[in-house]
């Protein structure tokens, strides 16, 4: 008799707390994806800016400087490329002469590549033909290239209108 | 009873794992190599110009855009000159393109940096066959010569150029 009533107030009382059932929450996917999130977060924030270097040229190397976002960028090994996209052999562009003789260093192939590409950026930020573009290019040369080539370059660049140009190079070491 | 109460609770570190391996394998994948992060640049700012005419003074916005002292280095493949506009002209030549050379020119650049501190100005007119990575040596030793506004400068053509 007394075990009956014992086993009718178990009974009863697993059908009050039935309802309070104890569930278990699991973490642990959580936790996995936060530190994707967080690993990808600190990679993108420091490497994704960091500056590529183009490729198929070999940069000149230095001790000094701080490192180098990513910017537009005009590379010149075998071939000169424009923001990745090949625009002419580096020697048909050594070869080509100016077709304006008030700009002897121009190179027409690559000066209507840039001014193009300057033209779109100023009509995406509004801006008039005689404004400063405000963008910078960097140049990634072959540390064997000769200045005459460079020279020229710089001077079509600016031509197109960049006027900031940036030279980048890699560095090596620890320097000031 | 003992026994359950000493019981361990384990944490499922499978799917930690799992997402590590995924990480270690698009980083590989995607490896660019270190030079990624080593690159540096030097940024060039315009050449001086010789202004003549009333208008294109009327242009200079500030005092700041006038020059007080014209300093250029000149490099070619087998010496260097170093020349600036101040006490009735300088001009010195360094030979070879040496590392002692190099070192004699920071010097010298330092020397005028401290000499004339309002002037961070440095205009360097290499010979047309010196190669890029000799023009980057040079501009490595004028930025530790705290020189900022470095441009390159280039000697004037009257005909249309090609290269050799």
Redesign the interface.
């Known amino acids: 008799m007394r075990n009956r009533t014992r086993d009718l107030r178990t009974a009863r009382r697993g059908q009050q707390f039935g309802k309070f059932r104890v569930t278990q929450l699991n973490l642990?996917?959580l936790?996995?994806?936060f530190?994707?999130i967080v690993?990808f977060t600190l990679t993108t924030t420091t490497?994704g800016e960091?500056?590529?270097?183009v490729p198929g040229v070999t940069?000149?190397?230095?001790?000094?400087?701080?490192?180098?976002l990513s910017q537009l960028t005009l590379g010149v090994g075998a071939t000169v490329t424009l923001g990745n996209r090949p625009i002419m052999a580096t020697l048909d562009a050594?070869?080509?002469?100016?077709?304006d003789?008030r700009f002897?260093?121009?190179v027409p192939t690559l000066y209507r590549a840039m001014k193009s590409l300057a033209d779109s950026l100023r009509h995406a930020k509004g801006l008039g033909a005689q404004d400063d573009l405000k963008v910078?290019l960097?140049i990634q040369?072959?540390?064997?290239?000769?200045?005459?080539?460079?020279?020229?370059f710089?001077?079509t660049a600016?031509l197109a209108g960049f006027?900031?140009?940036?030279?980048?190079?890699?560095?090596?070491g620890v320097?000031? | 009873m003992g026994m359950r109460s000493h019981e361990e609770g384990h944490?499922?570190l499978v799917?930690?794992v799992?997402?590590?391996t995924?990480?270690v394998f698009f980083s590989l994948l995607t490896y660019?190599?270190t030079?990624?992060?080593?690159?540096?640049?030097?940024?060039?700012v315009?050449p001086p110009v010789v202004v003549t005419s009333p208008d294109e003074v009327k242009q200079l916005k500030k005092e700041d855009d006038v020059l007080n002292l014209l300093l250029a280095v000149r490099v070619a493949n087998d010496h260097l000159e170093v020349e600036h506009s101040a006490e009735g002209g300088f001009h010195t030549r360094i030979d070879s393109l040496s590392t002692r050379s190099l070192d004699s020119l920071q010097a010298l650049m330092t020397e005028i940096r401290a000499r004339y501190p309002s002037n961070r100005d440095v205009v360097v007119i290499?010979?047309?066959?010196?190669?890029?990575?000799d023009?980057?040596?040079v501009?490595?030793r004028l930025?530790?010569s705290r020189f900022s506004g470095i441009s390159?400068g280039?000697k004037a053509?009257?005909?249309?150029?090609?290269?050799?």
């Open positions: 642990v996917p936790v996995d994806t530190v994707s690993f490497v960091l500056a590529p270097i940069l000149p190397e230095t001790t000094v400087g701080t490192p180098a050594a070869a080509e002469p100016s077709n003789p002897p260093l121009k910078a960097a040369g072959d540390k064997t290239m000769r200045y005459d080539l460079l020279s020229r710089m001077a600016r006027t900031h140009l940036a030279l980048q190079v890699q560095r090596v320097g000031p | 944490l499922n799917p930690l799992d997402i590590l995924s990480i660019a190599g030079a990624l992060a080593a690159l540096t640049s030097f940024d060039l315009l290499p010979a047309d066959n010196v190669a890029y990575d023009i980057v040596r501009l490595e930025k530790k390159l280039t053509r009257a005909t249309p150029v090609t290269t050799p």
